[in-house]
């Protein structure tokens, strides 16, 4: 199989993640970034957060999202920074060009499509944006489009303030789209031989989760269905988390046949009752049932509760902090690595999926634009051109 090549523009987390998924399966990325403007530090902003563990810029907020990957920076600005990156694509035979830029500058960078579908016509284009073309002034951040798509509004506790997810989702959300959508346009072109242009809209990416709750504004939804619900969920009852003596436990019944299994425990036979049987009855007398839960949860250690819900198939679990999460065998046989210039594993977060002869161990974030002269050495320029190219600020490295 032939290992696919892929050109990005990149900073911040969406689309690192989505080319990372592209690197874990030994495809070529390499990531561009901006030559030095004299205002800032240089390139991905990302390099510069967290703690230093190799040199200034490659922190440990930059590591995870960049292993695996090569690092040119090209000044796309000028004109023939412009002109080695159509040279790129064409000499370098690049399958997908990826960026997540704003889409006003899509044309002054010369990286929009129409111009690059000139180079390589089969070429597959990939852009992450706040909201799509349409909205080509909208910077994308995921706590911003949290905030836009309602995420912050479903999410806390209902006498709280709304409230950010722990996870940067849409950011990902992004991510996981650019990697499905770039699958598909590659398994076209296989058969028609065309290339195509694909617009991920943070917003719509995000918004295409809301499918328990946008649909019910259309049924005569009541406020409490499309707002903070806490832990609890808004339908199936109970489902929540509950006190133990020594911390908490997650526990959801999804059926009537669950309750029952539930009830038949001794400790929480007295939570019985003949409305309760069905989960709109249930609903009904929600609170009181998480009252009562808890009243019983907290009498015993989670350990207890723990074996008590396994024995009767109730869905339940710990609640983990993340080195309990890393210490799970699930986890832990599937985790990534990569390799610190001083010898040091470092252990990142498992593939999303197991795919066979994919790379478990990746190379560690190159340093910025360490790559540029060796990958444009690739396309024909010599020593002597890479040295004039970066005396005029047009290459870095």
Not at 19 to 48: C, H, K, M
Not at 113 to 133: C, F, H, N, Q
Not at 253 to 271: C, M, N, Y
């Amino acid at each position: 199989m032939k290992r696919r090549t892929i050109l990005s523009l990149e900073q911040a987390l969406s689309l690192p993640y989505a080319t990372l998924r592209f690197a874990q399966l030994g495809w070529r990325v390499i990531r561009i970034e901006s030559t030095p403007s004299g205002a800032g530090l240089p390139g991905d902003p990302n390099r510069y957060i967290g703690a230093k563990v190799a040199d200034d810029d490659r922190r440990t907020y930059f590591i995870a999202p960049n292993v695996g990957k090569e690092a040119i920076a090209l000044d796309l600005k000028h004109p023939q920074g412009q002109a080695l990156l159509r040279r790129m694509i064409k000499e370098l035979d690049v399958d997908v060009f990826c960026c997540n830029t704003l889409p006003r500058r899509y044309q002054q960078l010369g990286i929009d499509y129409e111009t690059l579908r000139e180079v390589k016509p089969d070429l597959i284009w990939a852009g992450i944006s706040a909201m799509g073309p349409e909205y080509p002034d909208a910077p994308g951040y995921d706590p911003v489009i949290q905030a836009m798509a309602g995420y912050m509004e479903l999410t806390g506790d209902p006498g709280g303030p709304p409230t950010l997810c722990g996870v940067p989702l849409i950011d990902l959300k992004a991510g996981d789209e650019v990697y499905a959508s770039v699958m598909l346009a590659l398994a076209e072109r296989a058969e028609t031989g065309l290339g195509t242009r694909i617009d991920v809209s943070m917003l719509q990416a995000a918004a295409s989760w809301l499918i328990t709750t946008l649909p019910l504004l259309d049924f005569d939804c009541q406020p409490a269905e499309i707002t903070r619900c806490g832990n609890a969920h808004r339908k199936f009852i109970p489902t929540n988390v509950y006190p133990t003596r020594d911390g908490f436990i997650f526990m959801a019944i999804g059926s009537d046949v669950q309750w029952k299994r539930l009830t038949e425990i001794p400790e929480f036979a007295p939570l019985a009752n003949a409305v309760r049987i069905t989960n709109e009855g249930r609903g009904r007398e929600r609170e009181a049932i998480h009252r009562e839960m808890a009243a019983v949860t907290r009498q015993f250690v989670t350990a207890k509760i723990v074996e008590d819900f396994g024995k009767a198939t109730i869905p339940h679990a710990p609640i983990h902090d993340i080195p309990a999460v890393r210490a799970m065998e699930a986890v832990r046989s599937k985790l990534t690595t990569t390799r610190m210039p001083g010898g040091k594993t470092v252990r990142m977060q498992p593939m999303a999926v197991d795919v066979p002869h994919a790379l478990t161990e990746l190379r560690f974030p190159p340093k910025y634009g360490q790559d540029t002269r060796s990958v444009l050495r690739e396309t024909g320029c010599s020593d002597a051109d890479c040295a004039a190219l970066e005396q005029q600020g047009i290459i870095a490295g």
